[in-house]
DNA sequence: GTCATTATTGACGATAATGTCAAACTTGAC
DNA sequence: GTCAAGTTTGACATTATCGTCAATAATGAC
């Protein structure tokens, strides 16, 4: 290797992911991620290409992560503890930051109609696995349904889970978010 | 009055509310909006000052048009029947036209982090009146739980709503999220 | 019919973002 | 040390959008 980059790859990734979740995709500018990483904007289009491709990088480490922290939450207990520190998690994702920085993978579905075929296939690919995980935690459980089922309500937490990222945004605090995630585990598995 | 406007308002505000419909309202131009209503940019930038002023224009009728429906809906039934007639015309709202359009307010609330306190303050007005009229709805309906555990309710569907909204610009078709919003609905409820 | 008032039009300058490129620079390989 | 390969840099042309404005046109009031 002769020509050697400059800096940190995986910094870099890490701080633009940082760029894109508190802007979106589309708002976040080349020169906002020049900014934050440190890295001019020629040597970001020498080194990537384009501003899709930086993101696609940094989704992929935040989808990785994600799911990775979200299966560990899924092990263990019943399926309404399961699903609590499921739903847990998911608003300490969101509400995190100051400001917080809502739910990345939300913001981007809902300009999946102007993003491009990739961006649409990484957003849909992690709602499956999400999806699939829920799914097969909530039949592992000792009280869990039968798989048919626990399909069915995986797809209605997850669902929930995307109204819970709008409702942040919409201006919900932690605390809202969290009462209300427990009055749907209670009502839908009849814990109440 | 003496230089009369040439164009009809109502006409203007209900294409420009079919480009923000469509677009979001950071996406859509005043271009956009010159082109969909015939009405030249400098007349728009005259009558109204400037994009936010019209798309709070559209955004108004929008909700009052939307919350009408939906208190219509609301009106009769067991819980179970209007929470159905609830999502059905929220899933058949959003997933309207093609390619479908998507729900407005989900759409808006998303860039709300971005958008001026005039547009926060309609997206939570509107959130907070369908809380209102669903909970209202299904502690008056014959089967309906008492009103603290009515309100909390309401707030978990109207949350759910929401997260329709994103699973479809993910890509869930009409079918799917009526079949998601049916699975919500019956373990709610308990009517599985 | 005249006029005052308002709307319309098209052009203008400003700003911001994109993507590209040649020149300069850096560095590992030999 | 020299060199080739790749990186960095700053500048450039392009495109898009915004908001404004002076000139022109339209029309209700009298």
Redesign the pocket.
């Known amino acids: ?7 940190d790859e995986q910094e870099v990734i890490a701080l633009a992911l940082n760029v894109f979740w508190r802007k979106g995709l589309g708002e976040a ?3 906002d991620l020049a900014e934050a990483t440190g ?5 970001l ?3 990537y290409g ?2 899709e491709a930086i993101f696609l990088r940094a989704f992929d480490r935040y989808a990785a992560d994600f799911l990775a922290s979200v299966e560990n939450l899924l092990a263990n207990g019943d399926v309404a503890t399961r699903l609590r520190n499921f739903l847990d998690s998911a608003i300490v994702n969101m509400t995190g930051g100051s400001p917080p920085r809502g739910c990345l993978t939300t913001r981007t579905a809902l300009n999946a109609g102007i993003a491009s075929e990739a961006v649409r296939g990484r957003v849909q690919h992690l709602l499956g696995e999400l999806e699939r995980a829920v799914g097969k935690a909530i039949n592992a459980a000792p009280d869990g349904p039968a798989l048919p089922e626990a399909n069915r309500l995986a797809r209605v937490v997850v669902t929930f889970t995307r109204g819970l990222a709008v409702m942040e945004r919409a201006g919900y605090s932690r605390k809202q978010l969290k009462e209300s995630a427990a009055t749907f585990v209670d009502a839908l598995i009849g814990g109440a």
Do not use: I, L, W
Not at 1 to 7: E, P
Not at 39 to 43: D, K, L, M, W
């Open positions: 290797m002769v020509g050697v980059r400059q800096f500018t080349m020169q890295v001019q904007r020629g040597s289009y020498n080194a384009d501003k």
